[in-house]
Structure formats: C-alpha cells, structure tokens
C-alpha cells in the first residue's frame, strides 16, 4: 500500500531569518490562558451570587449585655454624681443671687447714709446760722442797751444821798472779795448775798435769793437810774442775777469766781431792768 504524499510547502525566501519567523505558541501560554477564562466565569458565577442575596434582607441579632451587679454600681454612681452636680449647681446660684442682693442692698445702705450725713450737715449748718443770727441780735440790743444806758446816765442822780449812799459804800468796800456760790460774807459773796447783805445794813430786809430780789420795791427804766436802785438780769421773779447801781453808769456786784466782786461799767454786762427799794 502506498503511503499518502505530504505536499511540500515551499519555504518563504525570509524563512531563514530568524525575526521574520512567527512565534510558536507554548504550553505556559496556553495554560494562562485556560486559567483567564475560568477566572472570568467564575467571577461570573459570583457576581451574579452575590446579586441574587443582595435581594434578601439580611437580619443580625444583637445581645444587650446582662445588668450585673458592678454595671448597677456605676450607674447608680452616675445618677448620684449628677445629683451632686446639679445641687452644686443650684447651689452656687443661690449663693451668687444672695451676693448680688446683698451688694445691691449695700449700695442701697450707703445712698441713705450719705443722704442722712448730707441732711445732719445741712441742719447743722442752719443751726449754726441761727445761732450766729441770735449773737448778733443779742450783740445789736446790748449795744442798744448799752447807748441808752449811756445817755441816761447824764439825767440819772449820780450822788448817793442816805441810805442809798450807806448801800453803795457798802458794796465797794467789798470789791476784791472773793465769789463764792451761797457766800453771805464777810470776806466771799455771791451776788444775791452781797445785796442783801449792803440793804441789810442799812436796816431794810430782802429776800435772799435773786429771783425774790427782782421783785422787790418798783420796777424803773434803765434810763431812769439812781444810785442804790438794784439790777437784774433775766425777767423779774426769775432773774439769775442781781447787783448795786453805784452811779456814772457803773455797778458793783459778785460776778462770778474768775473776777469775784468788782466794779463795772453797764455796757460789760447789761442788765435786763431794775427796781428801786429805797
């Protein structure tokens, strides 16, 4: 039998050349691939897997975690710190509410102390007004007094004739004695003591004391003056003073411990009137 024949291709003219010659295919080649292709049909089959149970809804089941005895502690820890916080809280409100009252009521305290300071100043200071208006006036009817006094000194008797000359020597044989409160003599007086004592000797009885003295005999002017006649200070019945018109616009009585018993001109102290007794 006869074998087939195999024809003979001929060679391309560039065959020998090596680079011109195509690659032959091997097995690694063919193994990568059969491998590419199962991968893509298997990624594939899983996409489409994972597909189908995107459609199912998926359900998890979660465990709460058992309250033991510890987790009670702490939260009963909690509620207590928060407790706490909001006492506090409340706390340091009510203590800044009280400081805020309390600064408002101090400034409230010291708007009327110093509204009761300016007040106390502004009557003292009309006090003092009034006082220096009633010096003045007082200072104005003394220097009245005094003119008057003055000028009637020109038509009063400045000679002393009997028992009124015996009075008037009486009381400046005592000017230099001393004054003594309740004194009745011989060497310290006081002023009610000295005029008793001087009408005394002269046989006529008064009161002791100047207020009583005041309203003995008759009332006169002080610009009808005579020697003997008595001064007052103050009104009569309660007068707080009394001495001897002498005559010339002077008088003699017991002043006071600093200038015992002297000699004055009316203008020195004037008095408030006079009453006549001899």
């Given at each position: 039998m006869k074998e087939p024949l195999i024809p003979v291709v001929p060679m391309s003219h560039t065959a020998h050349i090596r680079s011109h010659r195509k690659p032959r295919r091997s097995a690694t080649t063919s193994i990568a691939v059969r491998a590419g292709v199962a991968g893509g049909v298997l990624g594939m089959a899983a996409a489409g897997a994972a597909s189908a149970s995107a459609a199912e809804p998926?359900?998890?089941?979660?465990?709460?975690?058992?309250?033991?005895?510890?987790?009670?502690?702490?939260?009963?820890?909690?509620?207590?710190?928060?407790?706490?916080?909001?006492?506090?809280?409340?706390?340091?409100?009510?203590?800044?509410?009280?400081?805020?009252?309390?600064?408002?009521?101090?400034?409230?305290?010291?708007?009327e102390a110093k509204q009761k300071a300016e007040a106390k100043?502004?009557?003292?200071?009309?006090?003092?007004?009034?006082?220096?208006?009633?010096?003045a006036s007082r200072s104005a009817e003394r220097t009245t007094l005094s003119a008057s006094t003055a000028s009637s000194t020109s038509t009063?008797?400045?000679?002393?004739?009997?028992?009124?000359?015996?009075?008037?020597?009486?009381?400046?044989?005592?000017?230099?004695?001393?004054?003594?409160?309740?004194?009745?003599?011989?060497?310290?007086?006081?002023?009610?003591?000295?005029?008793?004592?001087?009408?005394?000797?002269?046989?006529?009885?008064?009161?002791?004391?100047?207020?009583?003295?005041?309203?003995?005999?008759?009332?006169?002017?002080?610009?009808?003056?005579?020697?003997?006649?008595?001064?007052?200070?103050?009104?009569a019945g309660s007068a707080y003073h009394v001495a001897v018109y002498v005559g010339d616009g002077m008088f003699v009585g017991a002043q006071n411990p600093s200038s015992g018993v002297g000699e004055h001109p009316l203008s020195y102290d004037p008095p408030t009137g006079a009453v006549r007794v001899l």
């Open positions: 998926v359900t998890q089941t979660l465990e709460l975690p058992t309250l033991t005895a510890d987790l009670a502690t702490q939260v009963a820890q909690s509620a207590d710190a928060t407790q706490q916080a909001a006492a506090n809280y409340t706390l340091q409100a009510e203590r800044d509410a009280a400081a805020a009252n309390a600064a408002k009521q101090a400034k409230a305290d010291l708007a100043k502004k009557k003292a200071e009309e006090a003092r007004k009034a006082a220096a208006e009633r010096a009063s008797t400045s000679t002393a004739t009997g028992s009124a000359a015996a009075v008037v020597a009486f009381v400046k044989a005592q000017i230099g004695d001393a004054y003594v409160s309740g004194g009745t003599g011989p060497n310290s007086w006081d002023c009610s003591g000295l005029v008793q004592a001087a009408f005394k000797s002269v046989g006529v009885s008064l009161p002791r004391v100047s207020q009583d003295q005041s309203t003995q005999g008759t009332q006169v002017s002080l610009s009808n003056l005579q020697p003997g006649d008595i001064l007052y200070w103050g009104s």
